[in-house]
């Protein structure tokens, strides 16, 4: 994601909506809304009965949108296409509220028009966040074939280990943990990067030919899913079994009479 250049949202992440293209300058976003320059009187009157349909829908819309960003968090932003539609929809969004005067009064305190305020700002504010995670991820394999191939020897090569077993010994707890712990990490590892290849696109459906399909890329999702669940409960049955063991001893010890003190009582 570290393609996606920088200016593409450098107007979302500065809080600002795009510029308007007139002679006169850039047009201030509904977040901060300029001064009309109409009398008190003019500037406040009430919302027209089309501008309140219309701002409810808007908000309506905006506040559903936002929800779809925040479910899809980077992956919703797989590319530059994604971010210049983005940008675009949210531009056309602020062209609409533009159009309402009420918008541009700071001193308004209509229901509709600060409910259309609120819902414009926090969809910014999740766009925002979202391409900042999106950033934030290494990009996405060019060759996604090689990384799936990859992927999979790595998967099959860090199975689940043996749990361990009473008697504990010192060099069984050291070869369990470190075997459990590289098998998370590859499974996390993989996971990770089975998400951004999928989000990326660009892969067939199944039985298309490819060495790697979707299915396969599922498939090895919920298998890496699988072991780092199945490496948790492990650790969990393995602390367990130890503190049972431990309040078995702190129990049993303290009693103990070996048997030359039994002969000696």
Excluded: F
């Excluded at 993989?190 to 890329?217: M, P």
């Amino acid at each position: 994601m570290k393609v996606i250049a920088a200016v593409s949202l450098v107007w979302l992440l500065a809080g600002t909506a795009c510029s308007q293209s007139s002679g006169e300058g850039s047009a201030e976003s509904p977040s901060a809304p300029a001064q009309s320059g109409k009398p008190e009187s003019q500037a406040m009157s009430d919302v027209t009965a089309p501008d309140r349909v219309r701002l409810q829908q808007l908000a309506t819309e905006m506040n559903a949108w936002r929800v779809e960003v925040e479910a899809a968090g980077a992956s919703g932003l797989p590319g530059q296409a994604a971010v210049d539609a983005h940008k675009q929809k949210l531009n056309a969004y602020y062209q609409e509220l533009q159009a309402v005067p009420q918008i541009l009064d700071e001193t308004s305190a209509d229901a509709d028009v600060l409910a259309a305020r609120k819902a414009y700002q926090d969809l910014r504010a999740s766009l925002s966040e979202a391409y900042q995670q999106a950033q934030a991820q290494p990009a996405a394999p060019a060759d996604p074939q090689a990384t799936l191939a990859s992927i999979d020897a790595a998967l099959q090569a860090h199975g689940l280990p043996q749990q361990p077993y009473e008697p504990y010994d010192k060099a069984m707890m050291e070869s369990w943990m470190t075997s459990a712990a590289e098998t998370r990490r590859i499974a996390e590892q993989s996971l990770s990067q089975l998400n951004r290849i999928a989000a990326q696109g660009g892969l067939t459906g199944t039985n298309s030919g490819q060495s790697y399909d979707l299915k396969d890329v599922r498939r090895m999702q919920n298998y890496a899913g699988t072991l780092v669940r199945r490496v948790d409960e492990q650790y969990e049955a393995v602390w367990k079994a130890m503190s049972d063991a431990l309040v078995g001893l702190e129990r049993d010890v303290p009693t103990y009479r070996p048997p030359y003190a039994q002969e000696l009582l």
